[in-house]
């Protein structure tokens, strides 16, 4: 025999699965709907007078452009302590690449140039 717990939990499976959902009547309550959640909004900032008065005619002031590089000197700090720096082989043989690839483009473009300048002597005359 079955337990009275077993059979409750049949009986609402046995709903869930082969009842259609209900259409709301226009006089229902609101009782069923769920209420919405109220969104908690930050107080508004205290902004110091300060701070207001800077932000009108004093804007090229010394205080305000030392305060703006410093805290630009303190993120480019920051920002560079994220750098992965390349070893002392790595350095080396990077720049190795870039001086003989220099020349190569160099030589390229002076053949080419002394080809040209060779070619429109020979048309001119």
Request: proline residues 5%; hydrophobic residues 35%; without cysteine.
């Amino acid at each position: 025999m079955k337990k009275q717990s077993q059979r409750s939990k049949k009986k609402k499976s046995s709903k869930k699965r082969g009842s259609a959902p209900k259409k709301r009547e226009v006089g229902s309550s609101n009782k069923e709907l769920p209420q919405p959640q109220l969104v908690k909004q930050e107080p508004s900032r205290n902004v110091p007078k300060k701070a207001i008065e800077t932000k009108g005619g004093n804007k090229g002031t010394i205080l305000t452009f030392v305060g703006k590089t410093r805290q630009f000197l303190r993120e480019a700090k920051m920002e560079l302590t994220k750098v992965k720096w390349p070893t002392r082989k790595e350095l080396i043989a990077s720049t190795a690449v870039v001086i003989v690839l220099t020349l190569l483009v160099a030589l390229f473009l002076g053949l080419v140039d002394f080809g040209l300048i060779k070619i429109i002597k020979n048309v001119v005359r």
